[in-house]
């Protein structure tokens, strides 16, 4: 029985140097992304201020599409951010022409009675209220965009999701890179931004803003940037009409990774834009909140199947839990209590690095002392997602197929 437990405990060690050797090397490639950012952000910010300088502003008519469904709590103002963009205003020296498309299911929407009220306190912008109906195919969302697609006055297209808020530089910061005509979709990194203040929300935050935007940045030394991110989805006409319009993509979950995954497969650049937005965490129960990440992770097992996979091998703290109960058991409890606080100060270093210099996160140091505790609830997430391949959306049961498409549930 103690040579079990001695062999067992040993096996833990192992597991545990192992995850702790695999999340070390993703830090470091972390790392790297984030000089690559900083890099970007320097050169586009030099960009602008030589730009504004030369009064050579590239602003170039656009249509912002916003898919409503519901009042969700913060919404007006969220809206309002956009219609607030300085280039937007009615003194502004230079405005681009621009016109806002919201779209629901049915006129009396609550959110387009937001959208409503918020335009008319901007008579000088052009704004029309559109239905789709009830969803024709699984993403809702997509379905809106299909409507917004066939009625847009203008071929430049920002696309954003009805739970995120900007700064006013948001709508200049995004135009300015498709100046490049190679340029088919740029995108933006976002924090979390908690409704209201419960542990879950603020760890769903965290996740939102350090996890997320890791990621992005690790994909950045490996290869070019051929995905999207849905708060923030800028577009062309064109670039759209090559992959076949917003309605041949409306039965996938993860719409963002295929918009931008398909622009790539044409040739166009997909950019990182140097402008970070606000995404409101709206799961204020522990229940919703468990649910929204679960699906989120069920969706990129299904789009990115091997990169999933390996995500397994970028969390640190339950590999450092794991060496340290296999050191209680080996008799090697201080070479188990230093890998799991190596692991917990490599996460909190994470959380500082990508929150101070890349998502210039508000709550710096709340997040830093969250997001250990945050790496662990990760890991359990993508256990959970290889449970089967079912995903709740808007109440609504879906079944995830090869390369993330939905199809509804039906019970035998």
């Not at 954003?160 to 995108?187: I, N």
């Not at 995905?227 to 800028?234: I, K, N, R, S």
């Not at 340290?324 to 201080?334: L, S, Y």
Request: glycine share 8%; net charge positive.
């Amino acid at each position: 029985m103690a040579y079990g437990m001695n062999l067992a405990g040993w096996v833990l060690l192992a597991a545990g140097c192992f995850g702790l050797l695999t999340s070390s090397v993703f830090l470091g490639i972390v790392f790297s992304g984030v000089r690559r950012i900083r890099r970007w952000v320097r050169e586009e910010g030099c960009e602008l201020t030589r730009r504004h300088a030369a009064d050579e502003d590239y602003l170039p008519p656009v249509t912002l599409m916003k898919p409503l469904h519901g009042a969700e709590p913060g919404l007006e103002l969220n809206l309002r951010s956009f219609y607030e963009q300085d280039c937007l205003r009615a003194d502004a020296a230079k405005q681009p022409k621009a016109e806002f498309l919201f779209c629901a299911r049915y006129e009396d929407d609550a959110g387009l009675a937001i959208a409503r009220r918020v335009a008319a306190d901007y008579p000088h912008i052009a704004t029309r209220i559109l239905t789709c109906g009830e969803p024709w195919a699984a993403n809702a969302k997509l379905c809106s965009l299909a409507v917004m697609e066939r009625e847009a006055a203008h071929d430049l297209w920002v696309i954003s999701d009805s739970d995120v808020r900007v700064e006013p530089d948001y709508l200049r910061s995004v135009l300015l890179p498709f100046a490049d005509a190679k340029v088919g979709c740029l995108t933006c990194l976002y924090r979390g931004v908690m409704a209201e203040g419960a542990i879950w929300s603020r760890l769903e935050a965290a996740g939102m803003s350090i996890e997320m935007s890791s990621g992005v940045a690790a994909s950045l030394p490996m290869e070019p940037m051929c995905f999207a991110l849905g708060p923030t989805m800028a577009t062309r006409r064109e670039c759209v009409r090559e992959f076949g319009g917003f309605a041949s993509i409306a039965q996938y979950c993860a719409d963002d990774f295929v918009l931008g995954n398909r622009v790539a497969a044409h040739g166009h650049k997909v950019r990182l834009s140097s402008c970070v937005i606000d995404h409101i965490v709206l799961n204020t129960t522990f229940m919703n909140s468990w649910k929204h990440q679960i699906r989120w992770m069920k969706s990129t097992r299904f789009s990115r199947p091997k990169g999933h996979f390996g995500t397994g091998l970028t969390f640190a703290v339950p590999f450092g839990l794991l060496a340290f109960v296999g050191g209680i058991m080996t008799g090697r409890v201080e070479l188990g209590t230093v890998m799991l606080t190596v692991a917990v100060l490599g996460r909190m270093l994470q959380a500082w690095v990508v929150g101070r210099y890349v998502v210039r996160e508000r709550k710096l140091w709340r997040t830093v002392l969250l997001y250990p505790l945050r790496d662990l609830s990760g890991f359990i997430f993508w256990v959970m997602s290889y449970r089967n391949r079912r995903v709740l959306w808007r109440g609504e049961l879906y079944v995830l197929e090869a390369e993330g498409r939905m199809v509804p549930f039906k019970k035998n």
